[in-house]
């Protein structure tokens, strides 16, 4: 948030007589919305930028902190429905992806940026899809305008005017939770174009950035027990809906399968650095830990104007939302992140690794002795 507009709503909330004593350089006592109206000759001369998505856990290379002016930032994505394998079991998902993966790619800009989307509906694909994205406002957040048939593209372009993280999903008229059970949600970022910052207004950085998409999967199983595979997604629907509703998933998956953040695709640190992780849960609640770590600095709720927790051991992640940890690591070793109900983690696979290299510390942690047997 610029330093004036800051003043003006530091002013207001200590009129309120709510604000003034804690986080005195985040906004308080206003929503946050950066900058005027402006006109569309106005926008049409912003600087634009073109930004090649990567896929997660992977963001793409961004600025945390910007001067003033707004930029337009193009994005585009292809929707893409394929049959994917879920677990080591070769259980298959008849999925539905933006760009392919599960969640889509994390799209990263600043506030007061405007957001300019291409989805595109290749003709390759059975449904019609479309977008909403929680970080914009008006027209079920642009789910009404974005509407793409097999074979159809479409443009979309929306102020990001709140900052933080926030879900984006697929939501078409009739069948939007298959859509988002399926596969169709990612992570939109809005950094705040000062930078994240702690509840003091110092600055906060991270030296990486990973994108964390929990999946909540309801895989149907045959009169043996086995789960079902199909050979379209039209054909999965009837017995997924059923599935559904018993609110019981049958996986709850990171990344899109059981063990994607393991092995190869492990996250990786090192001692000394900050990682900011972006944990996102389209349709269902999760309770994110980092296994020998904590969160430093938690955006549990993911909106960068509301002061941090700090020193968190499990932080929480409502249905419908995208949270944000920052973590510097200060012991090598594997560290587990998972969903803290052990059940969902371990049983059911919403558990990934990060490998840390460095230099372990005994002043943190030491063994004293190591297990042997019982003397006295
Ligand atoms: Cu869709």
């Known amino acids: 948030m610029e330093r004036r507009s800051f003043l003006k709503t530091a002013g207001l909330g200590a009129m309120a007589g709510s604000a003034a004593m804690a986080a005195p350089a985040l906004a308080k006592g206003a929503p946050a919305t950066a900058g005027k109206p402006m006109s569309e000759p106005e926008i049409a001369k912003l600087k634009r930028i073109k930004v090649d998505l990567v896929a997660p856990p992977f963001v793409h290379k961004h600025d945390q902190v910007v001067d003033a002016t707004p930029r337009i930032v193009e994005f585009r994505m292809v929707i893409e429905e394929k049959k994917m394998v879920i677990d080591s079991k070769g259980t298959t998902l008849q999925a539905m992806t933006f760009n392919g993966s599960m969640p889509g790619p994390t799209l990263v800009v600043n506030a007061g940026d405007y957001v300019e989307l291409t989805l595109v509906n290749p003709a390759t694909n059975a449904m019609p899809h479309n977008v909403d994205f929680h970080g914009a406002t008006g027209a079920l957040g642009g ?132 990682i900011l992780l972006i944990h996102s849960q389209a349709n269902r609640d999760t309770r994110p830990h980092l296994i020998g770590g904590h969160g430093d600095w938690v955006w549990e709720t993911g909106k960068f104007d509301n ?47 990060v490998v840390v290299e460095g230099k372990w510390n005994d002043d943190l942690m030491k063994q004293i002795k190591p297990a042997g047997p019982i003397t006295a």
């Open 307 to 353: 002061p941090p927790e700090r020193d968190l051991e499990t932080w929480f992640v409502r249905g419908g939302s995208a949270a944000a940890a920052l973590y510097t690591f200060k012991q090598p070793g594997v560290y587990a992140y998972l969903n803290h109900n052990l059940i969902e983690a371990f049983e059911l696979g919403a558990a990934g690794h």
């Open 143 to 274: 789910a009404k305008l974005t509407d793409v048939n097999p074979g159809q593209q479409v443009t979309l372009r929306f102020k990001a005017d709140r900052a933080g993280t926030f879900v984006y999903h697929c939501a078409p008229p009739g069948m939007v939770p298959w859509h988002v059970v399926s596969g169709m949600s990612g992570t939109l970022m809005v950094l705040p174009r000062g930078g994240l910052k702690d509840p003091a207004g110092n600055p906060l950085r991270y030296d990486r950035a990973y994108t964390i998409g929990e999946f909540d999967l309801y895989i149907p199983k045959d009169e043996n027990g086995k789960y079902k595979e199909y050979q379209t997604l039209a054909e999965s629907y009837g017995d997924t809906v059923e599935v559904m509703r018993k609110l019981i998933p049958t996986h709850v998956v990171f990344n899109g399968k059981v063990g994607a953040l393991t092995g190869d695709g492990a996250l990786k640190a090192k001692v000394g650095e900050t």
